[in-house]
């Protein structure tokens, strides 16, 4: 079905649907792609058009008022238009680990109301809809075999577990793959440069009755569907929650103070490196390459395998699930002889560089042959990344704060904060991590640490934007509940890492796309034979 612009909508028009969807990322793709030849009516609505545009992308600006959350400038990994964030994410996907769905007691607020078997066929599912290597690949123990006869005895240690990443050359932007499959839907449409500024309940505040939806053109429109479901992401879920205060003063699904609370990150930082002592971390697996043979399969993009501490030493030493990323560190001039060779794309090209270019030509041979030949290469220093789990702490919150957008709408505060709890963990897992390579004779572990109470200024987010309308089976502790159905309400539900209770260590969007499945088929097989039944208004 051909798309609608906002634009061209007349002022008060109300649209009538079943299904309603607030934004075009991969949440809001991956649901309407369920419905497709069903019998229910989906609108998705879209902030954006086809591409970034700075008036539009602009609606996104915050006030950053406690842990600094990285600059604005491109946004990050937020894109408001259609397609979202995969229109500009590295594509680094995993599954969360068993681990991360139990309520620890040295967690506080820990566990979720759904076990990890729950989303096991969708994690598959959103593999295939992410196009990423075969889902067996996300197993450790499936590397098993392959570290031991490559010698990597000290990562198939029972002392560690390994978390497999697939980090896509050519990531998947879910515009491109599914847009023309959408618009060949006779039963899905999709409203691009529609700005919803207001979620209205009903008198007794159970049910939505509209969206108030507007443009940059000025008009104003209304939707009308049997159910809504937020796909807007992290933040902006929540904003427009907090923004839907007409009939509630705190905001619609905010009587207890929850939503915005608990906003969690995956903090990173680069914290040391190794000096290795033998051949070890010669192999192109520890560092991600851009094909990796196991037995006869060769992988198309790049996995990286990272380093976590397994589950019963964080249970046994009451430590969170971080894990560690290994980079080469490059000889001095590498960098410089690869940014001259990208520039070099023609004979002439080539010819004008080759002064700058010559002096380099060993280091760029050295990472031609790990890069495209994936032959191994023995670099003097390995860099050492941390990521973070982010513990839920009520007071990590984002807000509505006082400045004002385009629209009129108020802009967010964030107010990010990192505890010493997760630096605790970082400190204690390169202890471990230093103690097993010096033992097997590997290498010597360097790492500098500041004090874990002080501020760590390199510290940085990755633009995970999770927990501020988490899910539980309890209204005082969440937003959701089991099924992203916002609680008191028959007809609203949340898709994003916003509903996350704990957020492992793994990059989001596997989990989001798996949930997102998971609230397609539960919205089908309660829609039979009427998505009206689960209206009580």
Known sequence: MQDI??????????????????????????????FIGTDQKVLVLESGSYSSDEKTQSLYDFESVGHPVRAQDGYVSRNRYL??????WAGRCAPLNRIDYEQRDWVPDSGWPITYDCLDEYNQKASAFLKLTDFNDFIPKHWENYLLGNKHNFLADETFNLEVFLLARKPVNVRLEYIEELQAASNIQVCINANVTEIEPSSTLTTVNKLHVTSFAGNNFFVNAKIYILACGGWENTRLLL????????????????????YMEHPKIKLGYITPTTNTFKSPILLGRK???????????????????????????????????LFPMYPDGMTEAINAFSKSFSAQAIKNNLTKFSPFMFQWAEFFARMYLNMPIQYERVAITSHFEHAPNRESRIMLGNQRDALGLNRLKVNLKISSEEKRSI?????ILSKVLQEQGLGHLTSEFPDAESFWPDLTDSSHHM???????????????????????????????????????????????????RLADHLKNIAVPKLSSLINV
């Open 291 to 325: 094909k990796i043979h196991r037995g006869s399969l060769i992988h198309k993009g790049s996995l990286l395998l990272g380093i976590k501490l397994a589950d019963q030493i964080q249970r046994e030493e009451r430590l969170l699930n971080h894990y560690v990323e």
């Open 427 to 431: 400190v204690r897992f390169h202890e």
């Open 243 to 262: 923004l839907s205060r007409r009939y509630c003063a705190d905001g619609l699904g905010n009587q207890n103070d929850v939503v915005g609370r608990y």
């Open 467 to 517: 927990g501020t309308t988490r899910m539980s089976l309890d209204p005082k502790k969440g937003v959701v509940d089991e099924n992203c159905r916002v609680h008191g309400m028959n007809n609203l539900y949340v898709a994003s890492s916003s509903v996350f209770p704990t957020v492992g260590h793994v990059n989001p969007t596997m989990t989001i796309v798996a949930l997102s499945l």
């Open 83 to 88: 397609g979202g964030s995969t229109n500009t």
């Open 5 to 34: 612009n906002a634009f061209k909508i007349e002022q008060d028009h109300t649209f009538d649907t079943d299904i309603c969807i607030v934004g075009g990322g991969a949440a809001g793709i991956a649901i309407a792609r369920e």
